[in-house]
């Protein structure tokens, strides 16, 4: 079946699962669900992924820091999973290096249970965080989670070295560890095209209004941007409403719970590349927090994160002057070139929905997630955290709590089955685009590449029986096509210009306001038959 169309409406057949939300935790679910045999329909009131899941760090890994907060399950599990991930999708992700230069000033967040460890027993520490630490840290790492294919940890001495190049000469020693990169939207919609190809039904831009619990089944109603309204009945429903999951439990379900969800904000800024060579840094403030700067889109780095807690859910995310300003700061510390304002070419910013353990800090707050089940009968299934990195165990882990109420359900297949696209060798994308650029001589190398880290073996489908660059019909810019278009419309659930531009890809970031506008026009004409032109174009340079 195609994906971005849905299959017929199940009618007055109750589904066995409706799922509130598709960000990836969600689409993860609905894949999972559907593969092993149960109906499934999942509904997003927005764009998939237009919450948290196109706003994060987009790593793979298994979280270094969280170590000192002695979260030692959630590690292990993320740094097992990174390679499974790897396996099942080499279009989106890929290894990453990971360069963590050491100096004096590396300090500890006092709240840390390690920090307050090495105070006990090494109180002239003062809060320092020593190297010898970061190496013990480093060697659990390597060893906690069956790295098979990632290269392990290796120190690394920064003079006369690339790595060293773009920093101040105080740096002279490093360590180098490994973690994995992800296109954290395209994941999302990957899994939602995996569902749909199995038979869920996603909607997009479908909101659920309300619902109530029957004695065996729930009726849910639904509203579409275009003011339609719909009824289904389900078995079980999975609230994954990642921010909202709290809202929707009270307001749309009319259920008390006990678990809360704590909102904490994180923002990113993306300033032109800041040096040549692909590897990533990780940067130790004075205050005990981290940041990243990692190689982006080529021709860009991306800086982040920040943690703050974040007041009102219907307050939209963005990126404080005030947090822009600590990632420049903070990068700037560590870099020969301070970062200047006017350097910043975009910024980004999302909400995590953490499980609200009583942390006092943001920082503090803890990364595991749960998941509450409630009722015997007609069960309710809420998510309360998650990283990206752990969507597929949570999934797993989500259908094991419900399978009691589906005797026949299949059993876990996640693990070894690739995405839509991702069906090549962990190597294999520079053979993959050179395939197409033999194949089709009219594909540059650099759009070759693009197309096959978007789509992966689909590029291939996309350019099929292309012969000339006019039989891919108009030319937006940026190497976008007709052709290109279409294919995210009617697979991958693009209605408008921001979908595409900042979800779908991040071609946005290259884009001249009238290009966007030309792409927007052409498809919300290509969709208007479809949707009735719903959706206004609301994301876009926010710098
Ligand atoms: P969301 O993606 O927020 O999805 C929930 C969806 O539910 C939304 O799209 C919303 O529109 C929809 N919804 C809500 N109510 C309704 C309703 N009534 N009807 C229909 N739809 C509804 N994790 C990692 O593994 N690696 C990282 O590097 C990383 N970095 C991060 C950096 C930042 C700054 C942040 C904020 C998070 C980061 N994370 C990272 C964590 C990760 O991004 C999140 O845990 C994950 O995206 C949460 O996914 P979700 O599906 O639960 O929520």
């Known amino acids: 079946m195609g994906s971005g169309s849905n299959p017929p409406d199940p009618g007055g057949d109750a589904l066995d699962l409706f799922i509130i939300g598709g960000g990836i935790n969600g689409c993860g679910i609905a894949r999972d669900a559907a593969g092993r045999g149960l109906t499934v329909a999942l509904a997003e009131m927005n764009d998939l992924g237009s919450a948290t899941s196109s706003a994060s760090t987009k790593l793979f890994h298994g979280g270094l820091r969280y170590l000192e907060y002695f979260e030692f399950r959630l590690v292990r599990e993320a740094l097992k999973e990174r390679e499974v991930l790897l396996l099942a999708m080499p279009h989106i992700a890929w290894p990453m290096r990971f360069v963590l230069p050491l100096h004096q000033q590396m300090r500890f967040d006092s709240e840390t249970p390690a920090s307050r460890l090495l105070s006990l027993v090494m109180p002239w520490m003062k809060g320092r965080r020593p190297a010898w630490l970061i190496r013990l840290g480093l060697f659990l790492y390597d060893h906690m989670g069956q790295r098979r294919l990632l290269p392990p940890t290796s120190a690394l001495d920064l003079r006369g070295r690339p790595e060293g190049e773009p920093l101040k000469q105080e740096f002279v020693r490093a360590y180098e560890y490994s973690d994995c990169w992800v296109q954290d939207s395209r994941l999302v919609v990957l899994n939602a095209r995996g569902a749909a190809d199995a038979g869920a039904k996603i909607m997009t831009r479908t909101r659920v209004t309300q619902a109530e619990r029957g004695v065996t089944h729930w009726t849910i109603h639904t509203k579409s941007a275009d003011g339609s309204v719909q009824t289904f009945r389900a078995r079980c429903i999975v609230n994954a409403g990642g921010p909202w999951v709290s809202q929707v439990l009270t307001e749309t379900l009319g259920i008390d719970s006990a678990e809360h969800i704590r909102l904490v904000r994180g923002s990113h800024i993306v300033v032109r590349k800041l040096y040549d060579h692909q590897k990533c840094y990780f940067l130790q403030g004075t205050d005990g927090r981290i940041i990243f700067l990692i190689p982006y889109e080529d021709d860009f780095t991306l800086i982040g994160t920040t943690d703050q807690d974040h007041a009102a859910l219907d307050e939209k995310p963005t990126c404080s002057e005030a947090e822009a300003d600590y990632l420049r700061t903070f990068a700037s510390s560590y870099l020969r070139k301070p970062i200047a304002k006017e350097d910043i070419v975009w910024t980004y910013s999302g909400v995590r929905p953490l499980y609200d353990d009583g942390a006092s800090s943001a920082t503090a707050a803890t990364r595991e997630y749960v998941l509450s089940l409630d009722g015997n009968q007609a069960p309710l299934l809420s998510v309360f955290g998650g990283k990206i990195t752990t969507h597929r165990k949570l999934a797993e882990a989500a259908l094991a709590k419900i399978a009691p109420f589906f005797p026949t359900m299949g059993n876990a297949w996640t693990a070894r089955a690739p995405l839509p696209g991702g069906d090549f060798p962990i190597d294999g994308a520079v053979a993959l685009a ?110």
């Open 434 to 543: 050179a395939g197409i650029c033999r194949d089709h001589p009219f594909v540059d190398e650099a759009l070759a590449r693009r197309l096959v880290r978007t789509y992966g073996t689909d590029a291939r489908r996309i350019l099929s029986g292309s012969k000339q660059a006019s039989d891919l019909g108009e030319d937006f810019g940026a190497g976008i096509t007709a052709r290109e278009l279409d294919w995210t419309i009617g697979r991958e659930w693009v209605r408008n210009a921001d979908d595409f531009l900042w979800r779908r890809t991040k071609l946005g970031l290259r884009m001249l306001p009238d290009q966007a506008q030309a792409i927007d026009d052409y498809i919300r004409h290509k969709c208007r038959a479809v949707t009735g032109g719903d959706a206004t174009m609301s994301n876009s340079r926010s710098v």
